[in-house]
């Protein structure tokens, strides 16, 4: 494939005289695939977990709850800390430093979890 290709990439005038220069319809649609494959592939970048990955390891989203629109409640691992988090499109707030961190290996509802959690704060 690359031995095809070197050979268009570097045409000498001399060799490109028997060939038709390409219109400008092929040259748009083929900008427009190329643009278009970047984007799908920066989307399937985002939704995957391979960002989460690379980073390191030292901060991690281990749950996250809607509560409007924009809004929503995050809780965050930050070295052996978990932190609950408010986020909105304007700012990031820390509301709490859980004493008991929620369990990474349960599938259960984070809003189960945090009403646990915050029902077990309110008796304290």
Do not use: C
């Not at 799908?40 to 901060?59: A, D, H, I, N, Y």
């Amino acid at each position: 494939m690359i031995r095809l290709l070197v050979p268009l990439l570097f045409a000498t005038p001399a060799l490109a005289e028997g060939v038709n220069p390409p219109s400008i319809t092929s040259w748009l649609l083929s900008s427009l695939m190329v643009i278009g494959l970047i984007l799908v592939l920066g989307f399937l970048l985002k939704k995957s977990k391979l960002t989460q990955v690379m980073g390191g390891g030292q901060m991690k989203v281990i749950a996250t709850l809607p509560v409007g629109y924009k809004e929503k409640l995050m809780v965050v691992k930050v070295g052996e800390q978990q932190l609950l988090i408010g986020v909105t499109p304007q700012q990031v707030n820390f509301l709490y430093r859980l004493e008991q961190p929620l369990d990474e290996s349960q599938p259960q509802a984070f809003s189960q979890q945090l009403g646990k959690l915050m029902g077990k704060h309110e008796k304290s």
